[in-house]
């Protein structure tokens, strides 16, 4: 089986502007969670979908949202980007089981 | 490489030594616990997990313990190898939340 894959890998942007970020979860895997990981703030969660539903959130500013589609893909937008954005986001999909698999991250950069 | 974290605790141990890496996690009712470790560049990888019904659990070179009395993880790896340098991240979680809390974090360090 492919794993969790995200696109892009990398991505520059600049302050005020938005990004849309893409996760295509491990092939069956209906639950897919979404993670900011930096430097000082370590690993956060963002959110986690199921059957294109958001369950539970992290406590992140609504410029921060997501979706999932009925083939389970997610993707996570973040709009007006200030500096503190710039971060690694991972996606991490699982199946019934509590496992989670996670993709390699997009590494964002925000000028 | 990706760094996962400047000011990291870092454990470095001799290569064949064996390593115990510690966490303190912070909810009473979390039920399930997980270790990850992440190389620089990649994302976080499943090392092993544990329930909250049980206090050890081993897989292959790594065991994991679990004292909820004093909200207590540790990751223990046999036979250290240079392989085994990363970052280990504990996470924990509560049944109906979905979400998953991490620890900050410990850089593991073999030395040859």
């Known amino acids: 089986k492919a794993g969790v894959t995200q696109t892009p890998r990398y991505l520059i942007k600049t302050r005020g502007q938005q990004v849309t970020l893409s996760c295509s979860p491990i092939?069956?895997?209906?639950?897919v969670s979404w993670y900011q990981q930096t430097p000082g703030q370590g690993l956060q969660f963002l959110f986690e979908y199921f059957s294109e539903t958001q369950r539970n959130k992290g406590n992140f500013p609504g410029r921060f949202s997501g979706r999932q589609f009925s083939n389970s893909r997610s993707e996570m937008n973040v709009s007006t980007l200030e500096l503190g954005d710039s971060a690694l986001y991972l996606c991490a999909s699982k199946d019934h089981d509590n496992e989670q698999f996670f993709g390699p991250g997009t590494r964002l950069t925000v000028l | 490489g990706e760094s996962v974290g400047l000011h990291l605790p870092t454990l470095s141990v001799q290569e064949g030594d064996n390593s115990i890496i510690n966490c303190a996690y912070s909810?009473?009712?979390?039920?399930?616990f997980i270790w990850y470790k992440q190389e620089s560049g990649k994302g976080p990888q499943f090392i092993i997990d544990?329930?909250?019904?049980?206090d050890k659990r081993q897989g292959q070179r790594v065991t994991v313990l679990l004292n909820k009395t004093v909200k207590h993880l540790s990751l223990q790896i046999a036979a250290t190898q240079p392989g085994d340098s990363a970052v280990y991240f504990c996470?924990?979680?509560?049944?109906?939340?979905?979400?998953?809390?991490f620890g900050t974090g410990t850089r593991l360090k073999v030395l040859a």
């Open positions: 909810n009473s009712a979390s039920d399930y």
């Open positions: 544990i329930r909250s019904n049980m």
């Open positions: 092939s069956g895997h209906r639950s």
């Open positions: 996470a924990e979680s509560s049944s109906g939340t979905y979400k998953y809390i």
